[in-house]
């Protein structure tokens, strides 16, 4: 089975510049989330989506960063303009939304931002 | 939401038993308790689940008491690649996930 896939995995660009990531959760699996995870910190949810709804977006800096999530499978997440303090690993991660809290999340390998 | 705490780090041996232990206080009934292991420079990966008692599987045992307001993370005679962040996730379908700072495991030589 393929795991969540994620590009690109390293992006370095210039405050006030836009950048986008991309997801592609495993197949079949209905939830997707954004997570931004800053050095020394665990993961931050940013968004949720469930197909391609979405459950909580109450973390998502809505000013600057936007996603969406194509046909309820693959999803990309929006910076624009980028600040500095967005430097930081943003994961994807799906699960099969089982319906329970036993859910179990499988995470892509991150993109790694560095803004400068 | 049912927040967690764990030990900021933990140093432990090779060939040594590893308890890193979760307070959950505020878990609901239907809550799980889920374990997830991070590598530097990659995604968080679930390593246990369990809703009471004792789970165990090929890579950790997870031991939760009747009162379920803690849970112990064990890893049997861990080596230098369980170096790692551990981190305990309580009550994932109705809420906000939320994995804290997890517990940073280093095991020397």
Sequence with gaps: EAGVAQSPRYKIIEKRQSVAFWCNPISGHATLYWYQQILGQGPKLLIQFQNNGVVDDSQLPKDRFSAERLKGVDSTLKIQPAKLEDSAVYLCASSPNLGTSAETQYFGPGTRLLVL | LAKTTQPIS?????????????????????????????????????????????????????????????????????????????????????DIPTFGRGTSLIVHP
């Design chain 2, 10 to 94: 933990m140093d432990s041996y090779e060939g040594q038993e590893v308890n890193i232990t979760c307070s959950h206080n505020n878990i609901a009934t239907n809550d799980y308790i889920t374990w997830y292991q991070q590598f530097p420079s990659q995604g968080p990966r679930f390593i246990i689940q369990g809703y009471k008692t004792k789970v165990t599987n090929e890579v950790a045992s997870l031991f939760i008491p009747a009162d379920r307001k803690s849970s112990t993370l064990s890893l049997p005679r861990v080596s230098l690649s369980d170096t790692a962040v551990y981190y305990c996730l309580v009550g994932l379908d109705y």
